[in-house]
């Protein structure tokens, strides 16, 4: 069984005045609830405050993006090892909104999570459809294969998180129905389940796309989802931590 995960993506959002809500959410998932882990994703300028922040807490900081190469002549990107050193567990790769602003295709996801874990970071890969694709009946299709493809060659299954991202569940209100989550979570462990055999029941598989303190406790009780990747909503410590409660 998975263990579960309630992350924040705080997106391109927050500056020094937003430590406060950092070190509310550490206060309040600590200690930890057993078996549920916290973790925010943090803008790279905030990436070494907020683990300072969150040092003496369960609560988890990450990454949102990092390049697929340690270093070199890449201007304003950020490697793995770069972000592991500024004191994140994990990092987010492949979130429909790098995809579409930078043009990140699903080989380069998966070149970004395998330097992740080069790193000793936890990526949490991202997949999901556009409206288009689910109302043309091929949501399943579209996702599974965006898995398949975005998942680095030879990962250990224990170094894995997935996120299923309904695009156009993001920052929209219209939170995907409990029916619709449930019937992705179990296409993406089976999928996972024929690539990992039985370890594949391990990797956390996240729901995220307008998850907030009034709908998470539906969403969670689904038996493939494993946690949340939050957005909107983790940007309020009290928002972030009645999600956590749900959990
Ligand atoms: P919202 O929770 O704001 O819809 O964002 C979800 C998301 O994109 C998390 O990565």
């Known amino acids: ?4 995960l309630i992350a ?14 950092i070190e509310a959410i550490a206060a309040g998932v600590t200690p930890a609830k057993p078996g549920v882990e916290a973790l925010i994703c943090v803008p790279a300028t905030l ?26 002549a890449h201007t304003g990107d ?3 090892p770069m972000v592991a050193d500024a004191g994140a567990s994990h990092v987010i790769v492949g979130h429909s909104e790098r995809r579409a602003d930078h043009g990140e295709s ?16 936890t990526p949490i890969i991202c997949i999901g459809e556009t409206a288009a694709e689910r109302d043309s009946g091929k949501a399943i299709e ?25 695009v156009w569940a993001i920052g929209t209100g219209n939170v995907a129905t409990v029916e619709a989550v449930d019937e992705m979570h179990t ?3 089976a999928c996972l389940s024929g690539i990992f055999g039985a370890a594949a029941g391990d990797i956390p598989i996240l729901y995220g796309g307008s998850m907030n303190p009034g709908n998470a406790a539906g969403l969670l009780t689904v038996r493939d989802v494993n946690g949340g ?14 999600i956590y409660a749900a959990a």
């Open 78 to 80: 950020i490697s793995a």
């Open 187 to 189: 296409a993406l462990r």
């Open 106 to 121: 699903s080989e380069t996801v998966a070149a970004q999570a395998a330097a992740a874990i080069e790193a000793g970071l």
């Open 1 to 4: 069984m998975a263990r579960t």
């Open 8 to 21: 924040g993506n705080w997106k391109m959002n927050g500056v020094s005045a937003s430590l406060p809500e």
């Open 142 to 166: 579209v996702v599974t294969g965006m898995l398949r493809a975005s998942l680095p060659a030879g990962a250990d299954p224990a170094r894995l998180v997935i996120a299923y991202e309904p």
């Open 47 to 72: 990436l070494t405050r907020a683990s300072a922040a969150a040092a003496e807490s369960a609560l988890m900081i990450g990454g949102e993006t990092c390049h697929a190469k340690v270093s070199g």
């Open 229 to 242: 990747l939050i957005g909107g909503a983790s940007l309020k410590a009290a928002d972030f931590l009645a």
